[in-house]
């Protein structure tokens, strides 16, 4: 049985080498633990591959860039990176976690030039992220919180400062039996969930809010294509909330959450149809394949 994530067997890759899974630890005094000056992506693998895994490393650095650091490892570095944590740890099938974080350093204001940039990544088996829902659907509480406008915050980063209002959001979800939330954005137009984006069916059509303050995601952007090509319409729009009401069916995409169905958002339900069986079976496949 596997202990808390502090407290496993395994390796880690960290700046650069594999150290003892319960050795990878940051000074208290770690920049990005009190100004949230870190980015991380979140990875599959599937039969030893990663799944999209240059387009990882690829949004990692942009993020960083977005953030105001770079970081010292190149996609080909990080790519191989990735894959030696896999080796060590013994695993073809995981969730992968690449992170980089401005460090402990000179510096312990606001600013953090003088600090080095850390990379990490560590990984691990991970089950369905929604647990049964995928077969059930999955039912969202609808947040207080609103994805913030571009001009307050670099939005097409996968930044840990973007996160803060996700995990109160997920523990709102979960205090009322929900898997996770829905969040409108700063307009008031549906955004997306947690740690996944949306896609509603109404009339054989899909429509799928436009990814214009909030993250663009690889999952996303593979269903578009995958539906696209299977001749159907999508719909990349803002969708008010009342439209909800007029949705058949409804599912997330990301790559932890893989293609989930949704039974509920707060009074609205969605059947847990064709469409959405369809293209959740057809995305196992093609991330397989
Ligand atoms: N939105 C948020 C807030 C996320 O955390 C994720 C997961 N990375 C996604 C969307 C989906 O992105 P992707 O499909 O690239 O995993």
């Given at each position: 049985m596997a202990g808390g994530y502090d407290d496993r067997d395994g390796k880690i890759w960290m700046d650069g080498k594999l150290v003892e899974w319960r050795d990878a630890n940051v000074h208290l005094l770690t920049h990005a633990m009190h100004y949230a000056s870190s980015v991380f992506e979140g990875e599959r693998a599937y039969n030893g591959k990663i799944f999209r895994s240059e387009d990882h490393s690829i949004r990692l650095r942009k993020s960083a860039e977005l953030i105001d650091f770079e970081i010292p490892y190149t996609v080909e570095e990080i790519e191989a990176a990735k894959y030696e944590t896999m080796k060590a740890n013994g695993l073809t099938d995981a969730y992968v976690r690449a992170i980089a974080w401005r460090g402990a350093g000179e510096d312990m204001g606001?600013?953090?030039?003088?600090n080095p940039v850390r990379f990490a990544v560590a990984a691990w088996e991970w089950g369905n992220y929604y647990g049964d829902a995928k077969f059930k659907g999955a039912k969202l509480d609808i947040s207080k919180w609103k994805r913030p406008s571009p001009e307050t915050i670099p939005c097409d980063a996968k930044a840990a400062g973007l996160y803060m209002i996700c995990t109160m959001s997920k523990h709102a979800a979960e205090a009322k039996g929900c898997s996770d939330a829905m969040m409108f954005d700063y307009r008031g137009y549906v955004a997306e969930a947690t740690g996944a984006n949306m896609f509603f069916v109404k009339n054989g059509e899909v429509h799928t809010p436009l990814a214009d303050c909030f993250l663009n995601g690889l999952t996303r952007q593979t269903v578009i294509g995958m539906l696209k090509e299977k001749g159907i319409t999508v719909h990349e729009r803002h969708i008010m909330p009342e439209e909800l009401e007029g949705f058949e069916q409804c599912w997330l995409t990301g790559t932890a959450a893989e293609v989930t169905p949704v039974g509920q958002i707060g009074d609205y339900n969605f059947e847990v149809g064709a469409m959405a069986r369809d293209i959740s079976e057809s995305y196992e496949k093609l991330v397989r394949s």
């Open positions: 606001v600013a953090s030039a003088r």
